[in-house]
């Protein structure tokens, strides 16, 4: 029996320990960071994370504390003006709808378009001899032009990179227009 007394002494001390540092390592875990509201306007609601995700994207001001005294001011006045259309029920209106759809219909276009023709850049080459054929034509419409010939065969490539691009994209939306159904009535729309 003596020797189990001695065992419970032995054994108490580092279960201690062991209680010890879990407590420790649950008191001084890293816990997420709360985000906190850094701006509130009316019912409108902003993190800092969120202010500083849009002072980044809208790129308005210098990252200075003026240039973002400057961003936040002009962000308060824009959601005050915007609530107020709101209340005065502005963001229903069918002029408003409208406009909605035109920038909707807008931003879509040029991500589809943008996609298409990176995609299709991979695969564009614009050749040294296209480069020196094109170079003797504007040599020919530009006799004026006193730039050295790299800088010109440059412009030149990128020109050719361009119109090979739309080229590119002339013959993809052609091929989605054969690949449709579409029916107009030419007459219904003063199309004839």
């Known amino acids: 029996m003596v020797g189990q007394k001695k065992n419970r002494w032995y054994i108490t001390p580092i279960a ?3 209680v010890i540092i ?4 649950i008191l001084f875990a890293k816990k997420p960071p709360i985000t906190e509201v850094a701006v509130r306007i009316n019912d409108y609601t902003l993190t800092a994370e969120e202010f500083n995700e849009l002072f980044a994207d809208l790129k308005m001001a ?7 005294s400057d961003f936040l001011h002009t962000l308060v006045t824009r959601k005050l003006l915007l609530q107020e259309a ?4 502005l963001d229903k209106k069918k002029e408003f709808m409208k406009a909605i759809e035109g920038f909707w219909e807008q931003s879509l276009l040029k991500m589809v378009v943008d996609k298409k023709v990176k995609d299709i850049s991979k695969s564009i080459t614009v050749t040294d001899q296209e ?9 020919t ?3 004026d032009d006193t730039r050295p010939v790299a800088e010109i065969q440059k412009t030149i490539k990128w020109q050719l990179l361009k119109k090979k691009q739309k080229l590119a994209i002339d013959v993809w939306t052609e091929a989605l227009r054969i690949q449709s159904r579409i029916k107009i009535d030419k007459k219904a729309v003063g199309a004839e």
């Open 16 to 18: 201690a320990i062991c």
């Open 22 to 25: 879990f407590l420790m390592g």
């Open 62 to 68: 210098e990252d200075t504390p003026q240039g973002r």
């Open 86 to 89: 709101q209340k005065e029920g």
């Open 131 to 139: 480069a020196a054929l094109a170079y003797k034509d504007w040599t």
């Open 141 to 143: 419409a530009n006799p």
